[in-house]
């Protein structure tokens, strides 16, 4: 035990003897962190979260070595018309004619559209190759003709494939279809759809506002169009949920502080705490993303609770007509340990994201640790200062006080409902603790089923919104958000949709003979989640392009049927003399972005079920992966997505079991050290294994996975419940240790005091946090949800539980005590 109430004097000595000092520090480092807010950038959607995955790196490969060397890459549009039949003629115009619109745009950047219009067009009219031609040609055949014509094309798996599962080939009618339009677009890269900044974001907004004289119901979606929303919507759910977090803190502020001058000094407290902790951000070159979004909430949990224990303590001895200094030293003596106590297993649980293998989350760590000793040095040193020289300026100005009772004060109402836990806790703690171990048990075994999820859509708004929020003036109101409503639609209406596919990526020597057999025989009997074609799996491939340029070529034809032994046609011998005339052929930039140039490494694009599941998609591309006798890698964003959902968890049980054992030493130590009681760092730590077998048991029963944000909540839910069990327990430690307090009196003050100041702090920001509900951001609204429930539970079992485990402990150190006296002869 160390005798730490001689530094605890020296900062109380050195605060009430310098208070306008301490508060001109504190304003010029203000100043000298405010100066990094400018140097803060952003980084949003889902591409933060696939550095250094395995996965991604594949995918990485791929793009490297099969995107052209030129400064333009390939972008698609999709076009999505629904009609009463997409295959009537009105319809197939209707589409024939936004093509016509679309390449008539150089704006626009498109090279080239494809529909199943224009191939009926075409099988009306073989020579109609431009979309003027095959418009003519669809306006002068009769309905009879076309449906002949539409009967005949849709034949092909090829072109019914870009129509919905309805099609119904007899009467050749569908709901709806989809039209493709090709870019070259300068600086688009493969992440551009989930970075949150794409080129192709204003190309296709523009598409979309040139459907709007079409006769039938055409949508645009691509990467744009996410990309523009994924940024919009994160303007928009700030906008949302900032004044409304606002209102309730400074509502919920000004009822627990109840003075404007004290209620002043707690709101300038929180803004230098943010500032200086986003002012490192800046200083430390940490851009600000999805993830960082959560990281002001939490230094309003925690500098809030803060705030109302320094001025409710403080309070609490002027309203013993004690002056102000000697009452502030108090103040400082009692508070900066628990503080201390706080802080330090706070870090520990934001630190312990440190194991986790992605970046955005050892970010969030880092921000938060350094954010919550911010908030300790602020609230801890800089408000006390702050606090004492303006009570000197009020009395030397006759500035008069407003309501200074602490809350929760003796005999109030809110301290006899606070009791309620040092009555149980008195009549039947073992019969308690016992209920309470049954139910930490079950609900964390409920828990352990929790799902884990990592999608694109996590970041985008639901598909429908509530109608109170279109209800909401400007600019309050949020935009008209329809990515989510048409990536549900393609995956309801389309056997497969954009971006459905694996890719294969393979290494080793193609110019052997059985090199493109093996690829091509790669295909047979493909798993349930495969697209199939004819018994084998839809997949575009070096094999695919050589089959399709030799029906365009006679010449290259025959070249692979004298090097085709089984007639099946794909080569076996002299591969490399195939290649060589296929990379100087019209068709180059194609083959080349199947294979690469020194013929070691290629491709295989399998198409996948829209309605399949990312487990399903991920096991089977490993499987076809695996089939290979070279080295393939499965590949492609649903890959890397599962990867990413995979180390999610794993991250959340590593910084969970971190974050605890490295909390239950640091309590341990720390009250053996301040107070020669170990075993008080176990009761600290009994109410946080509660909330936190709660709270993973509730997530589970409201359908919150852990995704992005909520994987955090565990450590999280590890440093907040500490910010609430701690001020118990060191307060019930000094009153215990006090002249004259039995257990009952130490458990009734503590409560009585320290209980208030925690109901202030727990209703403040569970309300704060808990409005995030209503961010557009889904993923967003389930982190306000789950750390609110987090801040409410650790109140709950601090108060609840916490009595009944100080109880047990008295009983057991008397014990203790007891049968190591020596007895008497």
């Given at each position: ?620 591309g490993k499987l076809v992966a695996e089939r290979l006798r070279m ?89 907040l419940g500490i910010d609430y069990s701690a001020h118990v327990v ?96």
């Amino acid at each position: 035990m160390i005798d730490y109430e001689v530094y605890v004097d020296r900062l109380g000595g050195f605060i009430v003897e310098n208070p306008g000092r301490v508060v001109a520090l504190f304003f010029v480092l203000t100043l000298v962190f405010g100066a990094g807010l400018g140097n803060i950038s952003t980084d949003s959607g889902t591409s933060q979260f696939t550095e250094d995955s395995p996965a991604q790196e594949a995918l990485d490969d791929v793009n490297r070595e099969f995107s052209p060397a030129f400064e333009t890459s390939s972008g698609s549009t999709q076009l999505i018309q629904r009609d009463d039949n997409v295959l009537s003629k009105p319809a197939m115009l209707d589409m024939l004619r936004l093509q016509e619109r679309i390449l008539s745009r150089p704006d626009l950047r498109a090279t080239s559209t494809s529909s199943v219009a224009s191939t009926v067009a075409q099988t009306l009219d073989p020579s109609a190759t431009t979309i003027d031609e095959q418009i003519g040609a669809l306006e002068s055949a009769s309905p009879s003709e076309v449906r002949a014509a539409a009967k005949q094309a849709t034949a092909s798996p090829q072109v019914s494939s870009l129509l919905s599962d309805d099609f119904n080939r007899q009467s050749v009618e569908a709901s709806s279809t989809i039209g493709v339009v090709s870019h070259e677009v300068p600086g688009l890269s493969s992440s551009a759809g989930t970075s949150g900044t794409s080129p192709m974001t204003g190309i296709q907004e523009e598409i979309q506002t040139m459907t709007s004289v079409s006769n039938s119901d055409i949508r645009v979606f691509g990467s744009g169009i996410i990309s523009g929303e994924l940024g919009n919507v994160i303007a928009d759910s700030l906008l949302l949920v900032v004044p409304a977090a606002v209102l309730l803190i400074f509502g919920f502020l000004v009822v627990a502080y109840r003075d404007p001058i004290d209620l002043l000094l707690g709101v300038v407290s929180l803004v230098i705490a943010v500032v200086w902790t986003f002012g490192f951000m800046g200083l430390a070159g940490i851009a600000f993303s999805q993830m960082l979004i959560a990281v002001p909430p939490l230094l309003l949990a925690v500098g809030i609770d803060f705030g109302l224990h320094a001025v409710n303590r403080y309070r609490e001895e002027r309203v013993k007509d004690i002056s102000p200094v000697p009452s502030m030293r108090t103040t400082i003596k009692q508070l900066s340990v628990a503080f201390f106590i706080v802080t330090g297993t706070t870090v520990l649980g934001f630190l312990a994201n440190a194991t986790s293998d992605l970046a955005p989350i050892r970010d969030f760590g880092l921000v938060a640790a350094v954010g919550i000793i911010f908030t300790f040095l602020v609230f801890g040193v800089f408000l006390p200062a702050a606090k004492l020289y303006a009570d000197e300026l009020r009395e030397k100005y006759n500035v008069p006080e407003f309501a200074s009772d602490p809350l929760g004060s003796e005999g109030g109402m809110l301290a006899r409902v606070l009791s309620g836990g040092v009555v149980v806790g008195r009549k039947a703690p073992r019969a308690f603790l016992v209920v309470i171990l049954l139910t930490t048990v079950v609900a964390g075994a409920y828990g352990t089923g929790v799902d884990t999820t990592f999608s694109q859509e996590d970041f985008l708004p639901p598909e429908d919104q509530p109608a109170y929020l279109q209800q909401l003036p400007e600019p309050f109101k949020p935009g008209v958000y329809t990515v989510t409503k048409d990536l549900n639609y393609l995956e309801d209406n389309f056997e497969s949709t954009q971006g459905d596919s694996v890719t294969i990526y393979v290494e080793g020597q193609l110019r052997q003979d059985s090199s493109l057999e093996m690829i091509h025989r790669n295909g047979e009997d493909p798993p349930e989640s495969f697209v199939t074609d004819d018994r084998r799996a839809e997949a575009t491939s070096i094999v695919t392009v050589i089959q399709s340029y030799a029906e365009q070529d006679p010449e290259f034809a025959a070249l692979v049927a004298r090097n085709d032994a089984d007639g099946n046609g794909v080569p076996d011998d002299n591969l490399e003399t195939i290649y060589d005339e296929l990379l100087s052929s019209p068709v180059s930039n194609q083959a080349s972005s199947y294979i690469t140039e020194d013929y070691r490494q290629t491709r295989i694009v399998y198409t996948v079920e829209g309605d399949a599941t990312q487990d399903e998609i991920v096991a089977d591309g490993k499987l076809v992966a695996e089939r290979l006798r070279m080295d393939a890698t499965a590949t492609g964003s649903t890959v890397v997505f599962k990867g990413v959902s995979d180390t999610i968890l794993l991250s959340a049980i590593e910084s969970l079991t971190v974050a605890l054992a490295a909390t239950a030493l640091f309590l341990v130590v720390i009250y053996q050290l301040l107070e020669g009681q170990w075993t008080l760092g176990v009761v600290n730590l009994v109410p946080i294994v509660v909330s936190i077998a709660l709270l993973a048991g509730t997530m589970r029963y409201l359908g919150i996975p852990l995704n992005a944000l909520t994987a955090t909540i565990l450590s999280i839910a590890i440093g907040l419940g500490i910010d609430y069990s701690a001020h118990v327990v060191h307060r019930f430690a000094d009153e215990y240790n006090a002249e004259g307090h039995d257990l009952d009196e130490a458990l009734r003050l503590t409560v009585g005091g320290t209980g208030g100041a925690l109901t202030g702090s727990m209703l403040t920001t569970t309300t704060g946090l808990g409005v995030l509900a209503i961010a557009i951001t889904p993923v967003l609204g389930q982190f306000g949800v789950v750390t609110a429930l987090s801040i409410f539970y650790s109140y709950l079992t601090a108060l609840l539980v916490t009595p009944s485990a100080i109880v047990l402990w008295e009983q057991w150190t008397q014990q203790d005590t007891a049968t190591a006296a020596p007895t008497s002869p």
